[in-house]
């Protein structure tokens, strides 16, 4: 079982592609695992070494006691990458992922060769905060499919919603039968890290090559997140996919893994 001890945690990851090929980390948001990730491994992993984790409270990770944070996250990257001998990788962040990304590149910035951002923010708000404390007290009620159906409309976009039932069953299907759910510990802690997250005024130390992407309908992370991002982190490119919500990356993963891969061949071997 790939698990390594990382940063005083047991961390869990999957590892796919050449071992000898440039390394790429993959870092799920609030509640994910490595698994969220399945639409783009195959893709990334034809011309990188592809390293997904289970962050601390979530998949087949440890479930440490006390308060959870960013930068101890971040920490958690850092050392799974020294644990596997790779001294700097692209780095590629979804939502609580992303903000992870942005402290690992702040802290570590020579561990980062690239960095992609997707669906995150430089920091939560009051409605952003609100938002996370009702889907905890749903998911403290202990029914699984409730807890799925309260989440989906604000990962997802409408028309997904609307056109595609059978994703949507399949998310619902997949998500009750899945082994690793998160529980509500770690859930919480997670969330105590999200907000106390902020980067904004440290985001102009970011020096290295830098994607962001943002679903258009996106209600959970709203796209002037992203715009924010771009306008704060030096030479940054900004990618908007229609057609999306916060889960732009899993609703049109073929666009998404276009911009991704095509970003990483431009800045290979910066």
């Known amino acids: 079982m790939p698990i390594v001890s990382a ?3 047991r961390l869990f990851y999957e590892e796919t592609g050449a071992p000898d090929a440039p390394p790429v980390v993959l870092i799920m948001g609030w509640g994910g695992d490595h698994t969220a990730w399945a639409l783009q491994a195959p893709a990334f992993a034809a011309e990188h070494r592809v390293i997904a984790l289970d962050n601390r409270g979530a998949g087949q990770s440890e479930v440490p006691d006390g308060p959870y944070t960013i930068p101890g996250m971040a920490a958690d990257v850092a050392g799974l990458m020294d644990a596997l001998g790779i001294r700097r990788a692209d780095v590629c962040g979804a939502s609580m992922g992303g903000m992870i990304a942005q402290e690992l590149v702040l802290r570590y910035p020579e561990r980062v060769r690239t960095l992609q951002l997707h669906c995150t923010a430089p920091r939560v708000d ?9 889907l905890i007290a ?3 009620r202990g029914d699984r499919e409730e807890y799925v159906r309260a989440v989906l409309p604000w990962i997802l ?3 997904t919603m609307i056109e595609r039932p059978d994703f949507i069953r399949f998310w619902i299907d997949r998500a009750l039968a899945y082994p690793y759910p998160i529980g509500l510990e770690g859930l919480s802690r997670q969330a105590g890290a999200i907000g106390a997250h902020d980067t904004l005024a440290r985001l102009g130390e970011i020096r290295v090559p830098t994607l962001i992407t943002t679903g258009a309908e996106d209600i959970l992370v709203p796209p002037a997140n992203s715009r924010q991002l771009h306008a704060h982190i030096p030479g940054s490119t900004l990618h908007t996919i229609e057609d999306a919500g ?3 990356f899993i609703e049109q993963a073929e666009t998404f893994n276009t911009v991704c891969v095509e970003f990483l061949r431009k800045h290979r071997g910066a």
């Open 7 to 9: 940063n005083g945690v």
């Open 126 to 134: 009051a409605y952003g905060r609100f938002l996370i404390d009702t």
């Open 138 to 140: 749903v998911k403290a």
């Open 157 to 159: 976009c409408r028309k």
């Open 246 to 248: 916060h889960l732009h």
